[in-house]
Each structure stands twice: as structure tokens, then as C-alpha cells.
């Protein structure tokens, strides 16, 4: 297409736009409204997987030993756990260790377990890691009834229902996004009805003349992609500054809750390409939903 | 040039518009359609743009034929043929120039090209000294001769008229048909459809009538034949 026709198109695109002003707003309202619903949920999805992830890659089976198990004891456990299938990594962690783990894990406040090295009542311990973490709980399982065992731990219920909320996030998310896509294509192409019924007359001459359909269709389309891009910029400027402005007041809050928020950037600029896109994408197919029909020749 | 064989039309709620024509149209002629409202006239003259499409039968522009025309190359067949209106169908928030100009716009036509065509056709509808003015500020006829310069802007072979003159006092539809014949003469061929017993029998050219959807009379030199 020649840069002049594009220029023409574009003008013709804009002048709708601003022609059916109350319609336009409702469309461009419509697709910000279900942006923003968008990028809350892609932000609290991929914050919630984030932290899924990261606890998953984290899962490890502690082995407790038995006080009164003797350095042989403890060999022969180990050997016996290295038959077993599915395991990836044995450590041993002695209870002056994990007490210094422990000391470490809970910042200022550790340090009243200082006055306990003496007599440290902690257990020793392997550390054990399943070849995959869905074999977490099998793995520990057969551990278990092994001898010197006192008991085992891993995060079970918390990874369980880590998982249950993501799923629940996805689909929730996913069902209000589609709801709300729906309402914002058939705004944006009640729009462009408008327009086209506005402009009949032009386009029945333009058909008259031979202009090509394309040419006819091409100022609906860019209404179509301007509504979507248009309604995208609101919510982007919303969770940009929103989502910045959470992390870095809040951020440093949130982390002592053992889990951190993802960075602002480069997520937001992902969500806004994102957002950007599925505007457009909508507003393409709207105009298309309501030019289809009215320009069959 | 055009040429029709045993075209058939009915319309979905079972009107039968056309019922079995076949006439051939040759190059340069100029055809007056006539024949008492409801006989098929605008249904007839409609099929040689493609408005609509012949159930039955076959339309041929030269080598193409209408009736089997796919839908893409609609635009393309459009190009070669101009049509005006009774109701003229122009642009009111364009001025004269633009409105002609519009024409070409849409076949994104150059331009230059646009303004050196644009100003010659309005010479031959003599409105050369009104490019500026929009069609409101304008009388009937002098809007009809927009919609003539739009129509054959574009070298039209053949210029299709529906009535052109029904929207005009007598005066102005001489007019009208003193531009149509010197267009005629250049060498378009021109099909109008009419109610005006005057001019067809005043000057006189082919007469193709229609009633009941088949031709009934078709004279070289013909007459209206009917009480207006």
C-alpha cells in the first residue's frame, strides 16, 4: 500500500473515532476496564508461580536421626537410604550446623538460641532430595520407616496448597478475562456499526467506483486496532505505576513473609506489550465482526 | 459490448424482476430502458453494474461475464462503467472538486492524474467555475452534472443512468441530455433508464421496453409508446 493511502486511512480512522465520541468512550472504557482485570491477574498469576516455583525448587526431605543412634547407626541409615529409588542428593547436617542454620534463618531475633549451644537439643540430620519434586512425598515416605528415623519433614500441605490457589487465580482470571473480552469486541464493533452507518452513503459510492474492499475495509480496522490501543494505555499506565510503586514500598515488607515480589521491571513492560496486544487483537476483530456484514457487495 | 442471454431474476420473496432477456449492446450506442414502474427497469440496469446478481443466465461486459464474476473482481469490473442516479448520491460535505475527485481517490489513482482528470471532466459538465462550492449551494441539475463528472471521470466505456432526470424540472433535464449525448459522442456507450416521454421522443435513439420482465419492443429509433 502507498504511504499516502496509509495516511488516508489513518485520517479517516481518527475522524470516526472522534465522530461517535460517546460510543468511543464506552468501547475505550470497556477495553481498559478488562485490561486492567487482565494485568492484575497476569501480575498476581505470575507473582503466585513465582513463588510456587521458587518453594518447589526448594523442596528437601529432612531426616531427623534418633538422639541415641551412634556414628554407625547413622552410616548404616545412609546406606541404606542410597538404595533407594528416586533420590538425587544426600547431605548431613549435624546439629551444630543446623543450629547455626536456624540462628542464621531468623535474623536478630535468633540470637537468644546463642545461650542454648551448649546443650543444643537439636537433632542431626540428612538433608535428602527427591530426583523431582513430585517424588517429594514418596521418597519421604519410604524413608520413614526406616531405623534411627525419629521423623521426616517436607512441605506438603504448604506446596498443596500453593498449588490450589495459583489454579484458582488461573481460572477465576481466566473466566472473568474472556466475560469481560466478549463485552469490549461487541462494544467496539456496535462502534464501528455506527460509523459504517454514518458513512453509507461514502461507501456505497466508494463500491460504485470500484474502490477495492480492502481499501473500504482499512479506516475500519485502524478504528478497531486505535479503540484497543487506547483502552490498553490506562490500565498499563495504572499497573505500571501501581505495581512499581507496591514493590518498592511494600516490597521489602512482603519478603519477610518468606516470599518476595517479582521487580517491576521487566515485568511490567511484558504485560504492557501484552496488554497492547490483546487490545488490538479485539479491536481488529470487532471491526471485522460488524465491516464483514455490512460491506458484502 | 454488453451483451445479454436469457437472463432470468427473482428475488428471494419470489418476485420475478426478469424473466428471459437477451439483447447485445454494442459499442457507443445510447439505449433508452423504458417501460411502466414495477416492470423490471431497475432490476434490469442494475445487473449490468452487478448490484445484483441473474439467477439464471449470462451478462457479458466484452469478455466478462457478470453473472459467474467472482466477488473480488467486482471493484475491478466496476472501473470500466459509470452510473449515476436519480438522487445524484454525492457527498455533502465535500465540494465539487472533491466529490469527482473522491472517485478517483478511492482507486488510489495519483495525484496529479487526479487534478488534470478531475478539471477536464468538469469542463465538459461546464462547471469548471464551481470546483469550489459544495453541492448544497448548488440546483438540481447543476448536482446531477456532479454526479455525471464523477461517473465518467474515469473513462467509463459505458455510462449506466437510472432515472437521471426524475429528480429535475423540465428545463434542466434538456440540459442534462444535451450532456449525455455530447458524452455519447466522445464515445461512451449509455444506457439510461427513464420515465421521460419528451426526451425520448424528441431525440430520438434506441428504445428498449420492458414489461412483465421481458423486452416487448426494442427500435432502433424508437418512441416512448406509452401515456406518461
Do not use: C
Amino acid at each position: 500500500m502507498k504511504l499516502r493511502t496509509l495516511g488516508r486511512h489513518v485520517r479517516e480512522g481518527t475522524k470516526n473515532l472522534a465522530r461517535n465520541g460517546w460510543m468511543t468512550f464506552a468501547s475505550i472504557s470497556a477495553v481498559a476496564v478488562m485490561l486492567f482485570v487482565v494485568g492484575v491477574f497476569l501480575l498476581l498469576i505470575m507473582n503466585v508461580d513465582n513463588v510456587a516455583s521458587s518453594i518447589e525448587d526448594d523442596v528437601e526431605i529432612k531426616v531427623y536421626i534418633e538422639l541415641t543412634a551412634s556414628e554407625e547407626q547413622q552410616d548404616e541409615l545412609l546406606t541404606e537410604m542410597k538404595q533407594l529409588p528416586h533420590i538425587e542428593s544426600i547431605s548431613f547436617v549435624d546439629k551444630e550446623e543446623g543450629l547455626n542454620q536456624l540462628i542464621d534463618s531468623l535474623n536478630e531475633s535468633g540470637e537468644v538460641f546463642e545461650s542454648i549451644r551448649e546443650e543444643n537439643p537439636l537433632n542431626d540430620s540428612f538433608v535428602v532430595r527427591a530426583t523431582s519434586p513430585q517424588l517429594t512425598e514418596q521418597v519421604a515416605e519410604t524413608i520413614e520407616p526406616l531405623e534411627n528415623v525419629e521423623r521426616v519433614n517436607y512441605g506438603k500441605d504448604y506446596i498443596e496448597r500453593l498449588f490450589t490457589i495459583t489454579e484458582f487465580v488461573r481460572t477465576i482470571g481466566l473466566v472473568l478475562v474472556v466475560g469481560m473480552m466478549f463485552t469490549a469486541m461487541f462494544l467496539i464493533a456496535n462502534t464501528i456499526k455506527l460509523t459504517i452507518v454514518a458513512r453509507k452513503r461514502e461507501i456505497q459510492i466508494m463500491k460504485l467506483v470500484g474502490a477495492a474492499n480492502g481499501f473500504i475495509r482499512w479506516p475500519f480496522f485502524i478504528e478497531g486496532i486505535l479503540l484497543g490501543i487506547l483502552g490498553a494505555l490506562i490500565p498499563i499506565l495504572l499497573i505500571g505505576f501501581g505495581y512499581s510503586y507496591l514493590v518498592t514500598n511494600y516490597g521489602a515488607r512482603i519478603e519477610i513473609m518468606f516470599f518476595s515480589l517479582l521487580p517491576a521491571f521487566p515485568y511490567v513492560w511484558q504485560i504492557a506489550g501484552l496488554l497492547v496486544g490483546i487490545g488490538a487483537f479485539i479491536g481488529v476483530w470487532g471491526s471485522m465482526m460488524s465491516v464483514r456484514k455490512f460491506l458484502r457487495v | 459490448m454488453i451483451k445479454m442471454k436469457d437472463v432470468w431474476k427473482s428475488y428471494p420473496n419470489n418476485v420475478k424482476a426478469i424473466n428471459g432477456i437477451t439483447i447485445s449492446i454494442e459499442k457507443g450506442e445510447f439505449v433508452y430502458v423504458v417501460g411502466p414502474s414495477g416492470a423490471g427497469k431497475s432490476t434490469f440496469v442494475k445487473m449490468m453494474y452487478r448490484e445484483e446478481k441473474p439467477t439464471k443466465g449470462d451478462i457479458f461486459i466484452d469478455q466478462t461475464n457478470l453473472a459467474t464474476l467472482k466477488e473480488k473482481h467486482i471493484p475491478k469490473m466496476r472501473r470500466r462503467i459509470g452510473v449515476v442516479f436519480q438522487d445524484f448520491k454525492l457527498l455533502p460535505t465535500l465540494s465539487v472538486f472533491e466529490n469527482v475527485a473522491f472517485a478517483l481517490e478511492v482507486i488510489e489513482e495519483n495525484p496529479k492524474v487526479i487534478k488534470r482528470k478531475v478539471l477536464d471532466v468538469l469542463d465538459i459538465v461546464h462547471l469548471k467555475n464551481k470546483a469550489r462550492a459544495l453541492p448544497d449551494e448548488l440546483s438540481g441539475g447543476e448536482q446531477q452534472r456532479i454526479a455525471i463528472a464523477r461517473a465518467i471521470v474515469n473513462s467509463p466505456e459505458v455510462l449506466i443512468a437510472d432515472e437521471p432526470t426524475g429528480n429535475l424540472d423540465p428545463d434542466t433535464a434538456w440540459e442534462i441530455m444535451n450532456i449525455l449525448d455530447d458524452i455519447n459522442h466522445r464515445g461512451t456507450t449509455i444506457i439510461m433508464a427513464t420515465h421521460n416521454k419528451d426526451i425520448v421522443n424528441t431525440i430520438k435513439k434506441r428504445v428498449i421496453a420492458i414489461e412483465g420482465g421481458r423486452v416487448v419492443r426494442d427500435e432502433v429509433r424508437g418512441s416512448y409508446g406509452y401515456e406518461a
